[in-house]
């Protein structure tokens, strides 16, 4: 197949979460699976200044956002034997932060990503490549449906181009005023409430709900959850009534690029048969983060975005009865500037015994992963969650909340030893939170058991491969679905 996966961030290149790791693994399993598959994204100023091999192509055709003609240029790169193909354009890219800042996003996200829409589907005639399936995902690629209903309906080209929207969280809508239709050139049809209307705005991920062939989400159980009014933010009516084109496909890690039996980033490597290395990691984690280099002191850990969805209330209101556990804790994130401070002050109050680092850093984050003892996710929603995949891979035993793919890949001791790997609460509140901690902690002082626990996760499969085959049944699917 010919397969074209956009998205708005893509690993290494550019990352704010984990749909740059989604969309920097699945394309390179595709591959080995056979398939043509090209990567497209914007170029950021952040991935012209960094160590990439990028070449120029030719330039896109001017396209007229709010009124202007906005000219563009492609660039290539390479993923592995993927293909990357990079929209530059200044006016929209040339910026710090993907989205925004930590103050808030950027006004003109309407336009940046209306135009990455357009953009792409000028390009691709521009380079010869027909997909059979445009993949894309989140509400930044959401008009992609939509423009080829309307403004590419009568294109040759695209006759046969179906289309598979993933929704990795539901909770961002792309939502902006209805002044966008006109800015953007869109069709006045599709501003209803059967379109990307949604309460007097235009949502650029409804549009995606609306006119795409098919959709997934990145887990089966939060395919689930985001049916019902709870989960649903609104959208819950609208995929109960495509519930026959919507599945939950677990994403997966790159089980190359995260192997604590290769990670130049550790102070020692290991791997499910012989977990000593884990000793080193831990001691080099404690110094490096100022805590007390002790063997035997439970070492508690965060990598996260630092947002209301991961439950980081609970871990603030539980902040004094961790300590008074016993635990070290170990914090790496960035995020909203409101939950940066607040860490930040608990981190300085708790010097010794805790440590909060704010930003992004992967080698500091690799050593967390190998050296904490425990992975705490407390997440209110989690469509997928990749930190309790590479925590399990590393040996890091997750204590999280059921929810999302959280549900699909943490199995507690409750419900049955045999498959074992973490430890689950149900109900959103500190205390069961702590509840949870308590059976962990108790299970580390029986280190035979926590070793069993430890090896379970670790054995686990949570590849990219069993994905990627699925994702193929579901573009074949969607083909059939735009053929119909």
């Not at 034997?81 to 710090?96: A, K, M, T």
């Not at 062939?213 to 009014?229: F, K, W």
């Not at 995260?258 to 020692?268: I, R, T």
């Not at 929810?403 to 199995?411: H, K, N, Q, R, S």
Request: hydrophobic share 45%.
């Amino acid at each position: 197949m010919n397969i074209v996966l956009m998205a708005s961030e893509v690993a290494p290149f550019a990352k704010t979460g984990g749909l740059a790791d989604v969309a920097g693994s699945l394309p390179g399993e595709l591959h080995r699976l056979g398939h043509d598959v090209r990567i497209f994204m914007p170029l950021y100023r952040s991935v012209k200044q960094g160590d990439f091999q990028l070449s120029p192509l030719a330039p896109l055709p001017s396209i007229e956002i709010a009124g202007t003609a906005v000219a563009g240029r492609l660039w290539q790169g390479s993923l592995g034997e993927v293909p990357v193909y990079f929209l530059e354009q200044d006016r929209f890219y040339d910026r710090d932060g993907l989205y925004g800042t930590s103050r808030g996003d950027h006004a003109d996200n309407a336009l940046r990503f209306g135009y990455f829409a357009r953009a792409l589907l000028a390009a691709l005639p521009q380079i010869g490549f027909r997909p059979d399936v445009l993949h894309l995902n989140d509400w930044q690629t959401g008009l992609v449906p939509a423009l080829l209903r309307t403004d590419w309906r009568d294109s040759a080209f695209y006759t046969g181009t179906a289309t598979v929207a993933t929704i990795h969280n539901l909770g961002y809508q792309g939502l902006f005023p209805a002044e966008v239709v006109a800015a953007l050139n869109l069709d006045p049809a599709l501003f209803a409430m059967e379109g990307f209307e949604y309460y007097g705005q235009v949502s650029f991920l409804k549009s995606a709900l609306v006119y795409a062939d098919l959709l997934t989400t990145v887990s089966e159980t939060y395919c689930t959850e985001i049916q019902t009014p709870e989960m649903g933010h609104g959208f819950d009516g609208i995929l109960r009534s495509r519930a026959d084109r919507l599945f939950g496909v677990l994403n997966g890690i790159d089980d190359q690029l995260w192997d604590p039996s290769h990670d130049a980033a550790l102070a020692a490597v290991y791997h499910v048969d012989d977990v000593d290395g884990k000793h080193a990691n831990k001691r080099r984690l404690q110094s490096r983060l100022g805590l007390a280099c002790e063997a035997e002191t439970p070492l508690l850990a965060m990598v996260t975005r630092l947002a209301s969805q991961k439950g980081l209330d609970l871990v603030e209101q539980a902040w004094p009865a961790l300590l008074e556990r016993g635990v070290q804790i170990a914090i790496l994130g960035s995020g909203d500037q409101d939950y940066m401070d607040r860490f930040a002050r608990l981190g300085a109050q708790s010097k010794g015994q805790a440590a909060v680092r704010l930003g992004f850093d992967d080698r500091l984050a690799r050593l967390i992963y190998a050296g904490s003892d425990m992975f705490l996710m407390p997440s209110r929603y989690e469509p997928c969650g990749l930190g309790q995949l590479i925590a399990l891979r590393y040996g890091s035993v997750p204590v999280v909340r059921s929810t999302g793919g959280l549900a699909d890949t943490v199995f507690d001791p409750r419900d049955g030893v045999a498959q074992a790997n973490g430890f689950t609460f149900e109900e959103i509140s500190s205390p069961a939170m702590l509840r949870a901690m308590d059976r962990a902690l108790a299970l580390y002082r029986q280190p035979g058991d926590w070793l069993r626990l430890m090896r379970n996760g670790m054995a686990g499969d949570f590849s990219w491969r069993r994905s990627a085959l699925r994702y193929l049944d579901l573009y074949r699917k969607a083909g059939q679905l735009h053929h119909a």
